[in-house]
Structure formats: structure tokens, C-alpha cells
């Protein structure tokens, strides 16, 4: 099992940046697939962006392609989401997640097995 916990989040301008970081501890975090989602008020989760565990495959939903960045570091047991250029709109509760997979290039976009508690992220106007 892996535990993991965000951090990062807060209130931001819209225009403004932040980075999210998730660390992960408990197994091999190199064998893990990763994930952001985020849950707005009213609507669903919703993927954000991926990484495979080597991370050098990444995924990307199309509403942030070109503003966010998903980044690993195996050694500190950590994945990233750069956020810049940050819009009303990207307001939510941002989860991390996890999922175990054979091969490391493996792109994973939904069922995720484990789950951070979220951090949230306002942007406002």
C-alpha cells in the first residue's frame, strides 16, 4: 500500500502560478503510475494530468495542455503539478493518485487505487 499526501495548494490570482507536490511513502514509489485529479463544487472528478512511473509518458486533459506540467522525482518519492496561467475556471479540490503497474511506461487516466486527501486551490478574478 502507498500513502500519499498533497501539498501546495491556496489562493491565487488568476493569472497567477502554483506547484502542487505529493508525497508518497509505504512501496516502491518507481512502480506507480501517477495521477491529478480535481473535483469542482457540483461537478465530477476529472483527470488533470498523468505520469507513467518512469516518467517519461505523460497525459495531459485538454482544458490544461500548454499551462500545466506534471514532473516525478522517484528519488524523493514526490510528483509535481506546475500550475501557471491559472484561470477561474481550474478552482477545485486537487487529489493525487497511485496506482501500481508492470510496465513502467504504462499511462494510467483512471482507476487509481489510492488516493491523497486533497489540497485546495481557489483562483480568483
Known amino acids: 500500500q502507498v500513502q500519499l499526501e498533497e501539498s501546495g495548494g491556496g489562493l491565487v490570482l488568476a493569472g497567477g502560478s502554483l506547484r502542487l507536490s505529493c508525497a508518497a511513502s509505504g512501496r516502491t514509489f518507481s512502480n506507480y503510475a501517477m495521477g491529478w485529479f480535481r473535483q469542482a463544487p457540483g461537478k465530477e472528478r476529472e483527470v488533470v494530468a498523468t505520469v507513467s512511473a518512469s516518467g517519461g509518458i505523460t497525459y495531459y486533459v485538454d482544458s490544461v495542455k500548454g499551462r500545466f506540467t506534471i514532473s516525478r522525482d522517484n528519488a524523493k518519492n514526490t510528483v509535481y503539478l506546475q500550475m501557471n496561467s491559472l484561470k477561474p475556471e481550474d478552482t477545485a479540490v486537487y487529489y493525487c493518485?497511485?496506482?501500481?503497474?508492470?510496465?513502467?511506461?504504462?499511462?494510467?487516466?483512471?482507476?487509481?487505487?489510492?488516493w491523497g486527501q486533497g489540497t485546495q486551490v481557489t483562483v480568483s478574478s
Open positions: 493518485a497511485a496506482e501500481p503497474v508492470v510496465r513502467r511506461n504504462s499511462i494510467i487516466i483512471s482507476g487509481y487505487d489510492y
